[in-house]
């Protein structure tokens, strides 16, 4: 059974990792969806590939979540080619550690960009655009809750603001029954962070199962969320970390 048959999805960052494996999963289900990229063209377009070699229906968008006007205009075409928008995840985002003392106001007028203002412009685009019933998920980090070790405060502090947007978002679109709601990865191996990398076993030290998560595993819980049976489930947080932050 297809839960989002009829429904179309935009995803930010989807050319890889969890953005590429949510997008694979969610027109699985059933979803049209659109998916965004900064420079990976070619990954982007073996993400749409996939998707349309087993069915479905996919495109590819050109838009750093840094720039307002690029993620407007990418909703906008996205509802314009599908007819409707249905489901927002915001997944685009990056990561810059470094001591407090050696980040510059630049580095952090970036991390904020993209991290937080990107993810506001995003759903105010796309709001023009949803369904009553629609779906606003957003991925944010276990590390808006726990920070194990120096040198995250920068991207701690933009993906705690997360929090705070989803649970306003949550109260402010519950008239019109659009959920939204957060999702926190933990260690998860994608080329940024792989499961044999040079710091894997640290990480794993700190889990409760010492066990990386896969993209699957937030992509399937992204799934759920957009589905029927998350119709009411809003402002709520959702950690997928191994145990990291139990």
Sequence with gaps: MQNLSGKVAFVTGGSRGIGAAIAKRLAAEGAQVAITYANA?????????????????????????QDEAAISAAIDEAARVFGRLDILVNNAGVFDVA???????????????????????????ALLHMSDDGRIITVGSNLAKHVPWPGFSLY????????????????????????????????????????????????????????????????????WLAGPEARVVTGAEFTVDSGVNA
């Design 99 to 125: 001591p407090i003392a050696d980040l510059s106001l630049d580095r952090f007028d970036r991390t904020m960009d993209v991290n937080v203002r990107g993810v506001f412009v995003a759903v105010k685009a």
């Design 41 to 65: 063209a070619q990954k982007a377009d073996e993400v749409v590939t996939g998707i349309e070699a087993n069915g479905g229906r996919a495109i590819a968008l050109q838009a750093d979540n």
């Design 156 to 223: 701690s502090m933009s993906k705690s603001a997360l929090i705070g947007l989803t649970r306003g978002l949550a109260r402010d679109l519950g008239a019109r029954s659009i959920t939204a709601n957060i999702i926190h990865p933990g260690p998860t191996n994608t080329d940024m962070n792989p499961a044999d990398g040079q710091m894997s076993d640290a990480q794993r030290g700190l889990m409760a199962i010492p066990r990386y998560s896969q993209p699957d595993d937030t992509a399937g819980l992204v799934a």
